[in-house]
């Protein structure tokens, strides 16, 4: 499984959505406990780079990063 798809179904777990919240249930269901423990800790690792890259990015556009005030 590549992990922008582990990343997508991840996120849609992660957004509520009842129905897709179901299908991917059911995809992890399915996997053995070794494919499981990959599956979520690739879409954590997305998760957690994505979501640095965009702090990084929010601090660099306010004039907030350290690297801009060096500058």
């Given at each position: 499984m590549s992990k922008n798809y582990a990343?997508?179904?991840l996120y849609l777990l992660l957004q509520n959505?009842?129905?897709d919240k179901v299908?991917?249930?059911d995809l992890i269901r399915k996997k053995t406990k070794q494919q499981k423990q990959r599956f979520l800790k690739?879409?954590?690792?997305?998760?957690?780079?994505?979501?640095?890259?965009?702090?990084k990015g929010?601090?660099?556009h306010t004039g907030l990063s350290q690297?801009?005030?060096r500058n």
């Open positions: 990343f997508l179904l959505e009842a129905r299908d991917v249930l690739d879409g954590l690792k997305k998760i957690t780079s994505k979501s640095a890259n965009v702090i929010v601090l660099w690297a801009k005030e």
